[in-house]
């Protein structure tokens, strides 16, 4: 996909903060410092748009892109960052899972995880909730520029067998190279399209 233009929209916790756009949008979710920030600049030609920071936990709130001004990117919280306390770990949560079921316009969600690391139940709690509300995962596996071809082969064996993720498509990407960039772009614009014709089908608007 080209980008034309992409602007931070606003940052909310509950609906009624949510901006009032009527576009698609692709939500991004995985563990506190996995890459999210990187992946979503690296999207969108972008060096800052979405704050990176070195300090895991960073995202507290969820963060709204808008994308050639008919689609938005989601930035959802990380989840699984030890450092703060379960009630906020647990605040987290319920945000993400108060996104998924309440937002019209979700068409898919990209799950990020380190190639390098193994999963933790957090992880298969994720697949499970997003599989609950039937809403297509991408799976990226981020920093895969540590790795050869082969060791990403092997990975992404490891981890649907892991994971039991027969049906999700998988892509290694590196924010530092661009690898996997144009495969995650081709994924999302044909889930994009899929959720339209879904919705002309039922006989609503897009």
Same mark, same amino acid.
């Given at each position: 996909?080209?980008?034309?233009?992409?602007?931070?929209?606003?940052?909310?916790?509950?609906?009624?903060?949510?901006?009032?756009?009527?576009?698609?949008?692709?939500?991004?979710?995985?563990?506190?410092?996995?890459?999210?920030?990187?992946?979503?600049?690296?999207?969108?030609?972008?060096?800052?748009?979405?704050?990176?920071?070195?300090?895991?936990?960073?995202?507290?709130?969820?963060?709204?892109?808008?994308?050639?001004?008919?689609?938005?990117?989601?930035?959802?919280?990380?989840?699984?960052?030890? %450092?703060?306390? $379960?009630?906020? #770990?647990?605040?987290? !949560? +319920?945000? =993400?899972?108060?996104?998924?079921?309440?937002?019209?316009?979700?068409?898919?969600?990209?799950?990020?995880?380190?190639?390098?690391?193994?999963?933790?139940?957090?992880?298969?709690?994720?697949?499970?909730?997003?599989?609950?509300?039937?809403?297509?995962?991408?799976?990226?596996?981020? %920093?895969?520029? $540590?790795?050869? #071809?082969?060791?990403? !082969? +092997?990975? =992404?064996?490891?981890?649907?067998?892991?994971?039991?993720?027969?049906?999700?498509?998988?892509?290694?990407?590196?924010?530092?190279?661009?690898?996997?960039?144009?495969?995650?772009?081709?994924?999302?614009?044909?889930?994009?399209?899929?959720?339209?014709?879904?919705?002309?089908?039922?006989?609503?608007?897009?």
């Amino acid at each position: 996909m080209k980008i034309k233009t992409s602007s931070f929209i606003k940052s909310a916790v509950i609906p009624s903060d949510y901006p009032d756009v009527n576009f698609p949008e692709i939500a991004f979710v995985g563990r506190s410092n996995v890459g999210k920030s990187s992946l979503i600049n690296k999207l969108l030609n972008r060096k800052g748009l979405a704050k990176t920071s070195s300090t895991p936990g960073k995202t507290r709130l969820i963060n709204f892109f808008l994308i050639n001004k008919d689609l938005v990117f989601v930035d959802l919280p990380g989840y699984g960052y030890a %450092k703060v306390s $379960k009630t906020e #770990r647990s605040s987290w !949560i +319920k945000m =993400i899972d108060r996104y998924l079921s309440t937002s019209p316009n979700l068409k898919a969600t990209v799950l990020l995880q380190d190639i390098r690391r193994d999963q933790v139940d957090m992880d298969r709690a994720m697949i499970d909730l997003l599989r609950s509300y039937k809403v297509p995962v991408v799976l990226v596996l981020t %920093k895969a520029d $540590k790795f050869s #071809r082969n060791q990403q !082969i +092997k990975r =992404i064996n490891e981890i649907k067998k892991g994971m039991s993720l027969t049906e999700t498509e998988m892509i290694p990407f590196s924010s530092t190279s661009g690898l996997g960039k144009d495969e995650l772009w081709e994924s999302l614009v044909k889930l994009i399209a899929d959720g339209e014709e879904m919705l002309d089908e039922k006989g609503e608007k897009p």
